[in-house]
């Protein structure tokens, strides 16, 4: 269980205000208007932020004080951080050792994981070659692989169009739901909160709220999130 206690973190004159618990497992949005504190708020999961006050925790465990590399985190921004230089192969494997330095067994996990994702027999090529939609995939491929219990996204499949985007959360979904990690999305986008997140965080006036069921959320949003969705 990842779990905010009494947590807040001061970023300017915004104050961001968590006292939440998110069960193992589950998998839940994370909506609120443009500055309301989305990044924020993983940030202080990811440990690219410490709190000012309160504890950041995961399975009962403090994580407060942990630097980002060994916190139990993967992290998929919009901006996918595939490295141009490397082949596809060599951008996953970094997943398993930044050094790049892979076992034979290691290497047949990046052939699994790119097999996963949709990939087989692409992974001499470079990122620029490949489209859109299949650069998401090698960067989804490398989370995988990583294999942290705890899957931070923010926007992940924002520029990609709507069709690709449902394909990649399905993919997403499926992966997840094998691996038992816990999700927090980051989405603007309604549909994609529904699609993906049984329930939903609402980020509003500076606090973080305790996930509630998504449907019910979206279906009668209270009145900041109504005029921000449109
Ligand atoms: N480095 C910083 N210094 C000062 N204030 C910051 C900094 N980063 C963010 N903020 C402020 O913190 C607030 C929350 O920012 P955050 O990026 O978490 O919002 P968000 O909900 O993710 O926004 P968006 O949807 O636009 O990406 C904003 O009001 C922003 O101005």
């Known amino acids: 269980m990842l779990e905010f206690r009494d947590t807040a973190v001061t970023r300017g004159d915004f104050t961001l205000r968590a006292d939440l618990r998110v069960g193992r497992g589950r998998r839940v949005a994370v909506i609120g208007a443009s500055g309301s504190g989305k990044s924020t708020l993983l940030a202080l999961v990811g440990g690219f932020l410490r709190p000012d006050t309160g504890r950041v925790l995961w ?13 139990p985190v993967s992290v998929l921004f919009q901006d996918q951080n595939l490295f141009p230089h490397l082949t596809v192969g060599q951008n996953v494997g970094l997943g398993l050792r930044p050094d790049l330095r892979l076992s034979d067994a290691q290497r047949s996990r990046v052939a699994q994981a790119l097999e996963d ?55 997403l979904a499926r992966i997840v739901a094998d691996t038992d990690a816990t999700v927090l999305m980051v989405t603007h986008d309604p549909h994609d909160a529904r699609a993906f997140a049984p329930k939903t965080i609402l980020i509003e006036d500076g606090r973080a709220h305790p996930p509630v069921p998504t449907g019910p959320l979206l279906d009668d949003p209270p009145p900041g999130l109504r005029a921000y969705l449109g």
């Open 117 to 171: 994702v949709g990939l087989t027999g692409m992974d001499t090529r470079r990122p620029a070659t490949l489209s859109g939609g299949q650069q998401s995939r090698v960067a989804l491929a490398r989370v995988l692989l990583r294999a942290r219990p705890l899957l931070l996204l923010d926007e992940p499949f924002a520029a990609l169009g709507p069709a690709l985007k449902s394909e990649m959360l399905d993919l």
């Open 59 to 71: 399975d009962g465990q403090d994580i407060t004080d942990l630097p980002p590399g060994r916190r």
